[in-house]
């Protein structure tokens, strides 16, 4: 028996194992220090209520004969199906009815959609990135082609015709850079894309933390944008769902490659490997969409978004080049004096008890360059943000 | 962009769609039919009530900050991790607690795991079977050969030294044919796998359906199993998780291949390609192994079960041949009159209006043969009885 030895091409991923254990390591010699994490990308709100209260629910259902749910349809329950639909259009896309499959998280669906694409294609990644694009690839034995994101192009890098890449990753708002594409630099991907029959696998995880108008949630908010890009979404941000897992996927219906509809080989993959979304979560999700789950999700978010723009504050004070901070979680910085990624890693940890997350571990672009995010608490944030005040 | 032309040699499988079509055009012309089914490999009875509660209250604890989940451990929470291995304990099996990974159900695991194998493998596959075993592997490039299951052995094949498989699927209690193996008979297998470094997929989703002490629950009840074998099972027919979705995969720490663990190349894919199971599921699914809620399982279990002695009662009044309807969901019958399986199809319904699964749907072997479930209610499977006793 043989195994993929595409796997043994994987970068050992060293990046969170090593910061937990420098963590650790300085926790041994002071056991008291007041360390803040400021480097996970996981939520810490809870759910809202309105969301648990549809789980309560639909858990009873399952309890009783005459409502229990076998086997779900393998894209998702209609009344989910339908509620992200609604969503869409609340900011001006119109999907159609079997554009959107409901899948258990945007992870998932990132990696599991590479299973309908050749080994031969050529897959261009952003660098810095999220690391699932590249090590799915590997995994998978495609080649991988960098594009730089750096200060010059705010992190947003635009087509290069020299390029001749067949699949292209997109994450808008990113991660971890919370660089934002405009319309105007989604559209040049777009083009790109539609001209040499390439495909984007756009990434819109943290859609929901765009309040600047100028900024498109989806990448169907451009023009030609169905003919050439599947979207891929999740409620891990937008409701705190990292726990709960759902989010959709969206493959519209008129999307073909070689003759054939990428939503059909999609229904056909799932179909084959995949048994659907738990009906619960799916009656939690579609809570998500109500009035009331759209409007407990927003104060979340706020909540959040206000603990990075207090971070990005103290760096704006001291002249300190980043991006993100506003329409992400993320704020994304350049190490000051020129330090190394593990280098201001180290001098946060010891001097401010401040753990963020080194660039580096996002590529090569990241050197130099640190994470920090809005996901912690209010109360922590501020004394975070004190410490660097002082420190900076 | 190329896609994966793989997917081309895939067959379409019309089975249940023909089923369907078949049906509402009879009961187009008869609307008043009063058709009974027992095709659906689908559960029909609810949750045990200690699983409602459990989700009811973990949801809850999402609702509320201080027990608000986040992200979880990829091969699941040590919590239902342990009670996985408890329940292994039960029929006599000691697992290392490394060894469990918790799943969204079978279906996935057992298509997800062949990222771990290389292209040019050689899989071996029972016929008749489950089709997902063979669509995975088409859809992958991978070259399937079958081995026959037949009257003459039981639907249970021993390994023919001949052929040299790879990877080697063994499902049992099987879907469709109900037939388990005896130790005996997986000893067999798990020998020439050892011999040879060929790996079993052994498929356990039916295991809590065996009452008879002479049968294993699981490959691991077989001396040189951990070295050789990856045990998949579900919740979905051991405790009606068909649309709850929970399962769980074994991978003994100890399984190598080309001097790599097999364990850590899986986690290592987990943790690239998925993100966990809800909190929510997996606290309903540990408490389908608490006191309480095996008690509840054994009792829908045996309901189902009374259901298929029925119809196998009936089967062996009349002399017809099957296997399953004892430690299994499932009869498989050989179809009188040496009909084959549409005739017997159109035959059950038009004359008896009972629909059931022809046989050669499941591969070139079941022609001729015929599967029906004791999923139904047991209202409709007397009368379904009483219609069989009378055609027979």
Same mark, same amino acid.
């Given at each position: 028996m043989k195994l993929n030895k595409n796997f043994r091409n994987l970068q050992d991923s060293y990046l969170f194992a090593t910061i937990a254990n420098r963590l650790s390591d300085y926790l041994a010699a002071h056991p008291d220090a007041p360390v803040i994490k400021l480097g996970i990308g996981d939520v810490t709100l809870p759910l809202p209520q309105v969301c648990v209260q549809a789980m309560e629910e639909a858990s009873r259902e399952m309890g009783v004969k005459e409502t229990f749910k076998g086997y779900g349809d393998y894209p998702g329950y209609p009344f989910l199906r339908e509620a992200v639909r609604g969503y869409y259009r609340s900011y001006g896309v119109e999907l159609k009815a079997n554009d959107v499959f409901i899948s258990d998280g945007a992870k998932n669906d990132v990696a599991n959609i590479l299973d309908l694409f050749a080994q031969d294609n050529t897959v261009l990644v952003p660098d810095? =990135?999220?690391p699932v694009y590249v090590d799915t690839n590997v995994m998978a034995g495609r080649k991988v082609v960098y594009i730089s994101g750096n200060a010059e192009n705010g992190f947003t890098p635009s087509p290069d015709p020299s390029i001749d890449a067949d699949i292209i990753y997109i994450c808008s708002p990113n991660n971890p850079t919370g660089a934002v594409y405009t319309k105007e630099g989604l559209k040049e991907w777009v083009d790109y894309a539609n001209e040499r029959q390439a495909l984007i696998l756009f990434d !819109? !995880? #943290?859609?929901?933390? /765009?309040?600047?108008?100028? #900024?498109?949630?989806? /990448? #169907?908010? =451009? $023009?030609?944008? %169905?003919?050439?890009a599947i979207e891929i979404c999740s409620l891990s941000k937008t409701a705190g769902f990292t726990g709960t897992r759902c989010g959709y996927t969206i493959i519209p $219906?008129?999307?073909? %490659?070689d003759g054939e509809s990428l939503n059909q080989l999609w229904l056909r993959r799932q179909s084959t490997k995949h048994n659907g979304v738990s009906y619960i979560i799916q009656r939690g999700a579609a809570a998500v969409f109500t009035p009331e789950g759209l409007a407990q999700c927003k104060e979340n978010i706020a909540y959040y978004k206000e603990n990075t723009r207090m971070l990005a504050k103290v760096l704006d004070e001291k002249g300190i080049f980043y991006t993100g901070g506003k329409n992400s979680p993320y704020v994304w910085l350049? !190490?000051?004096?020129?330090?190394k990624s593990w280098e201001f890693f180290d001098l946060l940890l010891n001097d401010l008890n401040i753990v963020g997350t080194p660039g580096s571990g996002f590529g090569e672009n990241g050197e130099g360059y640190f994470r920090l995010t809005g996901f912690g608490s209010r109360e922590q944030t501020e004394i975070a943000v004190e410490r660097l005040r002082k420190l900076l």
């Open positions: 810095p =990135v999220y !819109a !995880a #943290y859609e929901a933390f /765009i309040e600047d108008p100028a #900024y498109p949630h989806s /990448i #169907y908010e =451009v $023009e030609g944008a %169905r003919t050439c $219906e008129e999307l073909e %490659r350049k !190490a000051p004096g020129g330090k």
